[in-house]
């Protein structure tokens, strides 16, 4: 059983408005990666902010401590809902590609996107621990954390994600 998880908390400085809201071919980005999500899982959550209608679940333990705060609540969620593995996105790639998705999938254990961290499958039995790791104000680095859980980094090229305005145009030509 896996959950998908779009990670949409942060600040989106860069982009100057939450970015997860912005639109793309007249849908908000946070929508392009929950229906690119779907393809790996009927079950997805939002981590961080609630976006419109859709319902997001807290980060743990507490807001602000970046993305790993966010798969954090998303290995908790699983955890008490049944789910053996978490498959995360951000949700500023609109163009997640089947490839990537089909990458992930079929990786034993815990993996993640060397070029692009927040994005991975990650095993919900690591709940507790990383819950203990920021409870303890543990490095909030999600790369180093994959790596102090020995995932496996995979090679695939990053898809392409919106950190400014003007990025949104260069979607177009890709
Ligand atoms: N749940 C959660 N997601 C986060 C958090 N910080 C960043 N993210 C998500 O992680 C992804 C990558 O975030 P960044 O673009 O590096 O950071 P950001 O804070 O959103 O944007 P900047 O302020 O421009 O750096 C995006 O999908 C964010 O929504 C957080 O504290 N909690």
Redesign the pocket.
């Known amino acids: 059983m896996i959950l998908g998880a779009?990670?949409?908390?942060?600040?989106?400085?860069?982009?100057g408005t939450d970015?997860?809201l912005a639109l793309w071919r007249g849908r908000p980005l946070i929508e392009h990666v929950v229906a690119a999500l779907q393809s790996v899982s009927q079950t997805i959550v939002i981590?961080?902010?609630a976006h419109g209608s859709a319902a997001a679940i807290p980060?743990r333990p507490m807001?602000?401590?970046?993305?790993l705060?966010?798969?954090n609540?998303a290995l908790h969620h699983a955890r008490a809902h049944g789910f053996d593995r978490v498959v995360t996105a951000?949700?500023?790639?609109p163009l997640l590609d089947e490839g990537l998705l089909d990458l992930i999938l079929s990786s034993a254990g815990d993996a993640w996107l060397a070029d692009m961290p927040?994005i991975g499958i990650w095993r919900s039995e690591h709940a507790a621990a990383l819950d203990a790791h920021l409870q303890g104000g543990g490095d909030r680095s999600m790369r180093r954390w994959a790596r102090l859980i020995d995932a496996r980094p995979l090679a695939y090229a990053a898809p392409f994600?919106i950190?400014r305005p003007a990025d949104l145009e260069m979607l177009d030509g890709r």
């Open positions: 779009v990670l949409a908390g942060g600040r989106s400085s860069r982009f970015k997860a981590c961080g902010r980060d807001p602000d401590l970046g993305p705060g966010g798969l609540a951000p949700c500023d790639t927040v994600n950190n």
